[in-house]
């Protein structure tokens, strides 16, 4: 291709709506263009990385036995209704009527679908194993997209399920689904980790998320999911899923006696820690979410963190965010109180339910809130003072330094960006949607379901976060859109231009994907797009080729040499 001719317009600045660097490079270097919020064209540049991707899944799924199919992107809101997803889903689906005023919706996952396809075609256990997957678009309307293709609400995605007649061929199935995935990220250029995960709005019992690590501190902002690991383990999992052995800590508050005291101006932990001359850790404190419309009441030792999707998961919840003032002082006036948020407490509250974290059971003589302003419970005990909820779990936020709950070492933390997911579905969807075989002793049983998704946009973009520095993107060489450009200096000099297009041509038939850059352009804005654009090696045609040379610079690290045209050539098809 010719640049020229190429549809692509690069920009000298970073988009002011960008705020990671994957989002900043594919836009000023012409691969993509907004729309809408969180929904994007993908230019030539950028189809041609995603049909790489694209292409290294197809292999590799189909390497594993499974079977691709296309399944409709809108989709009936019976089947939605069959696995009672319609209406606990959430806002992120989107919902639609036809003509007919029929509910639809924009498919956001195909769960429903593939679960009703293995219904109508599977009648046998003999028909069993089988996996079969799609490429294809996906909706979920987030309500905050950012980070450009990681968190957009249009994407493109695998996803495969597998129907196995038993546990333990579902094992089988999700084991050689881990060894594709680790063989699509290799070959994509990303290092991935699997961490333990949360199955979320998907459902199942276990599932793990391939992280791509960032590892770099300029980067941080990249990473979705704080991720906890040990270095001498192998236990990982993703923030929301993460437990820990609590590091050792104060939690007896040592007062003398129980009293109510006046604790004025002290809103938060540290102004109530600093003023009372305690350790946070001998604090309980309550905070007040709303849990698909309901109020919960969380209690956690002061030094901890709610973690908001185990609090969610513990009443099997969709949605949650923190309650609003005006929603306290509701439950405030129903319960007869007044106080005003930092002074809320567990005691005489009505219309809410009540959880604490595991870290409360070991407090003595703590310091709660008593639903009075200014004021708090010094020296409470459970069942003396304060009775200690029924219902008690883990619904902390694990911390770096935490313990791990493997080998007793340290966890440490780093980000990491989420490319794909796998799930043991198990009979979630199957025993919903009435979905059974004939095992070998003619009995009806239902389907043994896994799900296995990989985002190819957000692998692209992955691969711009881990490949990249301050002149532009760092393709790996197999996702590139193009392995080489060729790059003259001058394109009014007859003599560099004709080597340069005789070097292209000769790349073409032997079937290099080339760039020739034959704009009328400074060369410096040719050199500075080449780099911007991220083409793994660039031949540039300059003074040199009076000695019949050629510059040859590999991106990955900037190095150039000196080589004469036929030696840049065979080194080039020698790469591809």
């Known amino acids: 291709m010719r640049m020229s001719q190429l549809f692509v317009q690069t920009l000298r600045e970073f988009p002011s709506d960008a705020e990671v660097i994957s989002h900043k490079l594919l836009v000023r270097a012409g691969y993509i263009r907004k729309l809408a919020n969180g929904i994007y064209n993908y230019l030539p540049l950028m189809w041609r990385v995603i049909k790489k991707v694209e292409n290294i899944v197809r292999e590799e799924m189909d390497r594993a036995g499974a079977q691709e199919l296309l399944m409709p992107f809108v989709q009936p809101s019976e089947l939605w209704q069959e ?26 996952t195909h769960e429903e679908v593939i679960t009703s396809i293995a219904r109508e075609g599977i009648r046998s256990y003999k028909q069993l194993p089988v996996n079969l ?15 450009g293709l990681l968190r957009g609400r249009e994407f493109i995605m695998k996803d495969a399920y597998s129907f196995d007649a038993s546990q333990e061929g579902l094992e089988k199935s999700y084991k050689i689904m881990w060894e594709a995935y680790t063989r699509i990220f290799e070959r994509c250029g990303l290092e991935t980790k699997a961490v333990q995960s949360d199955s979320g709005a998907i459902g199942g019992s276990i599932s793990h998320e391939f992280m791509v690590l960032v590892n ?18 192998d236990y990982s999992a993703n923030s929301n899923h993460a437990v820990s052995v609590l590091n050792s800590a104060e939690t007896n508050g040592k007062f003398e006696k129980a009293q109510i005291i006046d604790t004025p101006d002290t809103g938060s932990i540290d102004e109530l820690a600093k003023f009372l001359k305690v350790p946070s850790s001998v604090i309980c404190k309550s905070l007040v979410y709303v849990i698909d419309g309901k109020y919960v009441v969380a209690l956690i030792r002061g030094d901890r963190t709610i973690e908001e999707t185990k ?6 919840g969709n949605e949650i965010r923190i309650a609003r003032n005006d929603e306290i002082e509701e439950i405030m006036s129903a319960s007869g109180f007044s106080a005003i948020p930092g002074f809320i407490g567990p005691k005489g509250l009505k219309n809410v339910e009540i959880i604490a974290d595991e870290t409360v059971r070991e407090l003595k003589n703590f310091v709660i809130g008593i639903n009075q302003t200014d004021k708090h419970l010094i020296g409470a005990n459970w069942g003396i003072d304060v009775e200690l909820p029924k219902k008690i779990t883990d619904i902390r936020l694990v911390q770096e330094g935490d313990k791990c709950p493997c080998c007793n070492s340290d966890l440490k933390v780093t980000k990491g960006i989420e490319v794909g997911n796998i799930f043991q579905l198990g009979t979630k969807y199957s025993k919903a949607m009435n979905a059974t075989f004939t095992d070998k002793d003619g009995q009806e049983r239902p389907f043994i379901m896994g799900c296995y998704g990989i985002g190819i946009t957000r692998t692209a973009a992955a691969a711009v976060e881990r490949h990249h520095d301050e002149y532009g993107i760092i393709w790996p060489v197999s996702i590139a859109p193009y392995l080489v450009t060729v790059v003259p200096v001058s ?4 003599e560099q231009m ?8 000769k790349l073409l038939e032997k079937g290099i994907e080339v760039l020739l850059d034959d704009r009328s352009e400074r060369a410096g804005v040719k050199l500075k797009d080449a780099d911007l654009i991220g083409i793994p090696y660039r031949i540039t045609v300059g003074k040199l080729i009076k000695d019949n040379l050629v510059e040859f610079k590999i991106r990955a690290n900037n190095e150039t040499q000196t080589l004469t045209i036929d030696e840049a050539i065979e080194k080039i098809c020698n790469i591809s």
């Open 83 to 108: 696995s009672g997803r319609w209406e606990v889903y959430g806002k992120e689906l989107m919902r639609l009527k036809d003509r007919h005023s029929r509910e639809m919706c924009l498919g956001p």
């Open 133 to 147: 997957y799609q490429i294809q678009s996906k909706f979920r309307d987030e309500i905050r997209p950012r980070f």
């Open 216 to 233: 770099d501190k300029a980067e941080n902002n990249a990473g979705e999911n704080d991720v906890f690991y040990c270095s001498k383990c």
């Open 311 to 316: 609090l969610m998961n513990a009443f099997a």
């Open 491 to 494: 394109d009014i000099d007859e």
């Open 498 to 505: 004709n080597v340069a297009t005789s070097i292209y041509n």
